[in-house]
């Protein structure tokens, strides 16, 4: 079935660092991927997408590109900032009509000042 | 805008009791909405999906009778959570959609079962 694997967490780093989050899919047709952020108290956020092979998302300096030859979306963020600190969700979908997403486990994120 | 909320956040019940939670998108209309299940350290697993006036469509594994979901209005479902054990203690996420692709989110409910 279809599934996605983060890389495990939890993640610290110090702020300004390079920050970059691992995942990879597996999927029997041609997924839309997604990266979902979740600040503390709060629900789950889009923040950013791709929908098909080659395509990059961006949003708050976060990127993703999707990789169909490598089945991977790792999320990048050249320098990070403590307000980041967040769980960060990759997940998946192939379904367009019934939008049902599948998720990694998700990371968590901490940034020191 | 498209704010999700659940009600309530937290709620602990006891052994063989039934417990309620909603979830309401508050500034639209939203065409289906869907119920995750999250366990600690572990990705959100899917429930089942709802669409207003219809039944709830169950991933496989859940169990309908248990998890009873209802979708009486473009605005609000409701999960029930019937004979509670302390098994079904978790988190458990609604989201929504208005159409498309984006979902948005309620924070969660956080269910304790003693």
């Known amino acids: 079935g279809d599934s996605v694997t983060q890389m495990e967490g939890p993640v610290t780093l110090s702020e300004e660092a390079f920050l970059t989050i691992n995942c990879t899919y597996t999927?029997?047709?041609?997924?839309?991927l997604f990266w979902y952020v979740q600040y503390p108290g709060e629900g789950l956020q889009l923040l950013l997408k791709?929908?098909?092979?080659?395509d990059k998302g961006s949003n708050k300096g976060f990127e993703a590109t999707y990789r169909k030859e490598t089945t991977s979306f790792h999320l990048e963020k050249g320098s990070v900032q403590v307000s980041d600190s967040a769980v960060y969700f990759c997940?998946?979908?192939?379904?367009?009509?019934?939008?049902?997403?599948?998720f990694g486990q998700g990371t968590r994120l901490t940034i020191n000042p | 805008g498209a704010v999700v909320s659940q009600h309530p956040s937290r709620v602990i019940c006891k052994s063989g009791t039934s417990v309620k939670i909603e979830c309401r998108s508050l500034?639209?209309?939203?065409?289906?909405m869907f119920w995750y299940r999250q366990f600690p350290k572990k990705s959100l697993m899917l429930m089942a999906t709802?669409?207003?006036?219809?039944?709830?469509?169950?991933e496989q594994g859940v169990e309908k009778d248990k998890f009873l979901i209802n979708h009486a209005s473009l605005t609000l479902s409701t999960l029930t959570v019937t004979s509670a054990h302390p098994e079904d203690s978790s988190f458990y996420i609604c989201?929504?959609?208005?159409?498309?692709?984006?979902?948005?989110f309620g924070p969660g409910t956080r269910l304790t079962v003693t």
């Open positions: 791709a929908t098909k092979a080659d």
């Open positions: 997940a998946l979908t192939i379904d367009q009509g019934a939008q049902k997403l599948v």
């Open positions: 999927a029997t047709g041609y997924p839309s």
């Open positions: 500034d639209f209309q939203a065409t289906t």
């Open positions: 989201s929504a959609t208005p159409g498309g692709y984006e979902q948005y």
């Open positions: 709802s669409n207003e006036g219809s039944k709830a469509t169950y």
